[in-house]
């Protein structure tokens, strides 16, 4: 009787048939091929998402801590009232941020000290970082050091200090006046002086700062260009208008916008000396805007000053790197 070829035993020296030859499941001790995965089944870390699953926690916090807040504060500012009485007035705060004389005085007081202390405050830093950049000087890491410690201090701790030094009766600025024979000055008492104080302490406090920056830049300007200039014949002045300050016109940029941007969210100085005063001649927006949300609670006329003052921001920003950006 002859058998059907299933039923054949196998050729001598033929391996045995395995399930993915005759289409029949292979055993347990079957190995699968490395590197596939179960049907059916994903694995969650591949190369592919890896980078995403990194980032992750990065993404999740800024959601949560930046993104929620700047929609819901946007959202705050076309509402009135508070907690569950919150109503939708739409553009109402905006339109009552137009018609408000106090908005309009901390803008321009705002305003006078970004045009006064922006120029004042780069002007002596670059001063300083060219000093500071110069062989004859010595013990040069030292005095960097010392020009950079004031921006380490605290604006609270900062606002204090210069309180006690401009003082009227017992301040030390107003003592060493009186050696020269210079009247007390009531420099936190009186619009014009206690705007001058305001632009004394920021100009202290971030000087230095922006010193090292420009300190950074001009060691890595090349000596050459220096060289083959003084060949030609030119002199301190003009390596200075023809070199130096066109390869520093990125830091330069970079420290007007940055500076720009923090004075018009000066907070912390005019709060601590002034408070606004006297007579509003300090106030500004952010503190505005702090009084509006944090004393009298109206939290969509504060978000809205936010918004006003963010598309401020956002202008003298994009102007700035029109006008002092690269053409190309």
């Known amino acids: 009787m002859s058998l059907a070829p299933s039923e054949r035993p196998p050729a001598k020296g033929a391996a045995p048939a395995t399930g993915a030859a005759t289409g029949a499941p292979a055993g347990r001790g079957a190995r699968r091929r490395p590197g596939r995965a179960r049907p059916g089944r994903r694995r969650l870390l591949t190369r592919d998402s890896a980078p995403y699953l990194l980032i992750m926690p990065a993404v999740l916090g800024f959601a949560v801590f930046k993104a929620y807040p700047i929609v819901a504060s946007f959202w705050i500012s076309l509402t009135t009232g508070n907690g569950d009485d919150r109503q939708f007035t739409g553009l109402a705060n905006y339109r009552r941020l137009l018609d408000d004389p106090l908005f309009w005085t901390a803008l321009k007081n705002t305003g006078l000290i970004l045009v006064v202390q922006v120029p004042l405050m780069l002007g002596l830093a670059l001063l300083v970082a060219l000093g500071l950049n ?177 598309l401020i921001v956002s202008l003298l920003g994009i102007l700035q790197v029109r006008l002092m950006g690269e053409r190309r």
């Open 134 to 310: 110069s062989t004859k000087v010595w013990l040069r890491p030292l005095w960097r050091l010392g020009v950079f410690v004031p921006s380490l201090t605290g604006l609270v701790a900062a606002g204090v200090m210069f309180s006690v030094i401009l003082n009227r009766d017992a301040g030390l600025l107003n003592w060493v006046l009186s050696l020269f024979g210079v009247d007390r000055v009531n420099w936190l008492g009186s619009p014009l002086w206690a705007r001058v104080g305001v632009v004394l302490v920021i100009t202290w406090h971030y000087t230095g700062y922006n010193a090292v920056m420009y300190l950074a830049g001009l060691q890595g300007i090349p000596k050459e260009l220096y060289e083959a200039a003084m060949v030609d014949g030119a002199g301190p002045v003009r390596r200075f208008f023809s070199i130096t300050l066109p390869q520093l016109r990125p830091i330069l940029l970079l420290t007007v916008v940055l500076s720009t941007i923090g004075t018009l969210q000066l907070f912390d100085e005019p709060y601590v000396l002034t408070g606004g005063g006297p007579d509003n001649a300090t106030l500004t927006v952010t503190m505005y805007l702090y009084n509006n949300g944090f004393k009298y609670f109206d939290f969509g006329y504060a978000s809205a000053l936010a918004y006003a003052l963010a």
